[in-house]
């Protein structure tokens, strides 16, 4: 059987492409690297000499879209997060019960951190989780109008 790429990480949207990247929070800037032997986009991409990488510094003007993404999914009812994924799962546990996670074979590799791999034909409700890290800008730049209530929206 055959596994998706499990994606984690940011992401920018340019021309299309989602390519990796790294964004710090409200930053004008998405960072992009890629060590592929060829420039991957030359329009886009310059070489860095002292990290041998290609690398390019895009405003978040010319991103069509800055995003987080995670796999999760549901291992014998509780959450997980997916980190790698083939016939076994290497798996972050994701839910609120520290000590489940302890008791099922998981192990604490943080303070409130518990990891270990699980069979992936018992992963159940797998999906991709993706966080819009622009949002906050694009809410400045499109205020809501006066009288206008928003519900179920956090400010």
């Known amino acids: 059987m055959s596994y998706p790429q499990v994606r984690s990480g940011t992401y920018a949207v340019i021309g299309g492409v989602a390519r990796p990247g790294l964004y710090p929070a409200n930053s004008d800037h998405v960072m992009l690297k890629s060590t592929e032997?060829?420039?991957?986009e030359p329009t886009l991409f310059a070489w860095n000499e002292t990290?041998?990488?290609w690398s390019a510094k895009v405003p978040v003007e010319q991103c069509e879209r800055v995003f987080?993404?995670?796999w999760y999914g549901m291992w014998r009812g509780h959450r997980v997060a997916i980190d790698a994924l083939s016939e076994v799962a290497a798996v972050t546990y994701a839910d609120s019960s520290g000590a489940w996670a302890a008791e099922n074979g998981f192990t604490q590799v943080d303070k409130y951190e518990?990891?270990?791999?699980?069979?992936?034909a018992e992963l159940v409700d797998v999906h991709e989780v993706?966080?819009?890290?622009?949002?906050?800008?694009?809410r400045t730049r499109f205020p809501v109008p006066d009288g206008v209530a928003i519900t179920g929206w956090r400010s």
């Open 37 to 40: 032997s060829d420039n991957p």
């Open 130 to 138: 993706q966080t819009d890290l622009l949002f906050e800008q694009w």
């Open 68 to 70: 987080s993404a995670r």
């Open 114 to 120: 518990y990891q270990r791999e699980v069979p992936a």
């Open 51 to 53: 990290h041998s990488v």
